[in-house]
Each structure stands twice: as structure tokens, then as C-alpha cells.
């Protein structure tokens, strides 16, 4: 019997029983929807399936985006981002050192991706979980004065920012001045509004967050260091430790999610398909 069950005490869930090679009914299809609205991450376990299926899946959340570094799509499905350490006749087919800091995925566009589905193919024998914090938790951890200074705030957002520090940090190619040009900084509401369950969540992040507008820089900074460090407290985290054929969704209107490292030497695998999202709704 198709089952959902709690993974954490406040947030994620695994689904069993499912087979998304099939294509799902729509009652089948609402029950996933409603437990990745529900508990923002949902590990829907024992996928064999083909990029083609992944992506007919996902579709159903929504329009899909391609990632701007094309390079590391696949070349018959560029709605699958290759978030891997392999290589191909010496060169890098894939994202290798994707989401080694907080982030919620795409929140450097004006319309940030609503979910992600990260599929796994292939897992090293130790390490590489992903973590996963609820930013509505972390929101309602903040001390009530913090919460009410928060609103009406807005912070910006930049992909350039984090590429120009991959780049130093790990030998990330530089993105190409037309790459650059396609994701000029945005700004969004410091809490926003769940689209679908209409809770409040913190939406800043490490990864891609530069400053709170209208704050002196000393102070913007002060201020993001205190999200920064709500935002990814042990207390609203939950550590996904992967089984092959794991496709996990998460909602990145909901958490933040960080990759941890895996022994170089070996490989791993992921596919992700991220769906398009909204302008973020200010709380
Ligand atoms: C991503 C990402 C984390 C991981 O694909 O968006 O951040 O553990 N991946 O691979
Ligand atoms: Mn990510």
C-alpha cells in the first residue's frame, strides 16, 4: 500500500509504494503533492526511472527551468540538471560541488523555483548527505521582536556573488559575461508567504544573499549573520542520508538545503529537475 510517513518530528517525510515510472493518476499524484506541501521535503523512495520519467514527474508540479551552465544539462533532457563529479574525456559533465552552502535553489531569479527534485543514481560509500532546514521553523524560533522587525524588509539576491566564490574556492569555470548578464541581482521579502499554505518563512540565504536593503552595510551584515545562524540551527534541520533510487522533493519556498562533502575518488550521481516558481509573496 502506497504510504507516507513522518521522517522528522516537524518537517520531511518518506513515500513508499510509489512508481513513478508509471504515470500516476491524479489521486496518486495528489497525495505527493499535498505531503511535499505538507512537510516541505518528501523522499519518495525506490525510483527506477529514466530521465524522461523524472522529468513527465516533475512536470507536474509545474513548467520546468534549465539551468544557466547548459554545459551540465543532459543533452537529450536539459530540464536535468547533472549535479556530479563525473568526467568525460577529462572534463566535467557535471555540477561537482553543488550546494556546499546553505541555499534554497534559484532564489538569485525574480521568480525563484518553487521545488526541486534531486534524483539518486549513483552514491558514494560514505558521506554526501544533504541537509534540510525549515525556514518556517526557523522563523517561528525568532524572538518576537526580531520577527516584527523583519517585515517590510527586503534583501538582495545574486548568483554572479556565489559563482565569482565557487570559482576562487574549487575551480568552478567563471561565468561567461553572457551567463552573467542573463541573472541580474533581485531583491525579495526577508519573510515571505507560503503560496499554498500561506505560513511565514525566513527567505535569506548564505548562498546567494548579499544584503538587507536600506540598513548601513556593518548592520545588514550583523543582521544577516543572526538569520544566517536561525536559519540553520540543528533544531529545525533534518540530515537526508541517501538510498539509491531516492528522489527527493523539497520545496524551496519552505527550506534552505546544504551538501555535504564525500571522499574525492569517488563518484556520485544526482539528477536534478527544478520547477518554476513565483515572484515571492512579502508576509
Ligand atoms: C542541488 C543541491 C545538494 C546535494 O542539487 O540543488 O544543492 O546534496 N544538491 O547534491
Ligand atoms: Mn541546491
Redesign the pocket.
Known amino acids: 500500500m502506497p504510504d507516507i510517513r513522518a521522517l522528522h518530528p516537524h518537517f520531511a517525510a518518506e513515500a513508499v509504494g510509489y512508481d513513478l515510472s508509471e504515470d500516476l493518476d491524479g489521486a496518486a499524484f495528489a497525495a505527493l503533492r499535498d505531503a511535499f506541501e505538507r512537510h516541505s521535503v518528501l523522499v519518495i523512495r525506490d525510483q527506477d526511472i529514466t530521465p524522461a520519467e523524472h522529468v513527465r514527474f516533475s512536470r507536474r508540479l509545474g513548467p520546468l527551468e534549465i539551468h544557466v551552465m547548459r554545459q551540465f544539462t543532459l543533452p537529450d533532457h536539459p530540464e536535468v ?1 547533472r ?1 556530479s563529479n563525473e568526467r568525460e574525456e577529462g572534463r566535467p559533465v557535471g ?1 561537482a560541488d ?2 556546499r552552502y546553505w ?1 534554497s ?1 534559484l532564489s538569485y531569479l525574480a521568480e525563484p523555483s518553487l521545488g ?1 527534485g ?1 534524483l539518486a543514481r549513483r552514491l558514494p560509500s560514505q558521506g ?3 541537509l534540510f532546514a525549515s525556514q518556517h521553523l526557523a522563523y517561528d524560533n525568532l524572538p518576537e521582536s526580531l520577527r516584527q522587525r523583519l517585515h517590510g524588509l527586503w534583501a538582495e539576491h545574486s548568483y554572479p556573488y556565489r559563482a565569482d566564490i565557487q570559482s576562487a574556492r574549487s575551480g568552478r569555470p567563471p561565468l561567461s559575461d553572457a551567463q552573467r548578464a542573463a541573472v541580474p541581482p533581485v531583491i525579495h521579502p526577508v519573510v515571505r508567504r507560503h503560496d499554498a499554505t500561506g505560513r511565514p518563512a525566513l527567505f535569506v540565504n548564505e548562498g546567494f544573499t548579499t544584503r538587507i536593503l536600506d540598513l548601513p552595510d556593518a548592520e545588514s551584515r550583523e543582521l544577516l549573520d543572526i538569520l544566517f545562524a536561525v536559519a540553520t540551527d540543528d533544531a529545525v534541520t533534518y540530515r537526508h542520508a ?1 538510498r539509491p533510487g531516492d528522489l527527493v522533493l523539497w520545496d524551496n519556498r519552505a527550506v534552505q ?4 562533502p564525500y571522499p574525492e575518488g569517488e563518484t ?1 550521481i ?1 539528477h ?1 529537475t ?1 520547477v518554476k516558481g513565483s515572484t515571492p509573496l512579502a508576509a
Open positions: 540538471l549535479v555540477l553543488a550546494g541555499h535553489d526541486s534531486l554526501g548527505d544533504t541517501w538545503h546544504l551538501a555535504t556520485r544526482m536534478r527544478t
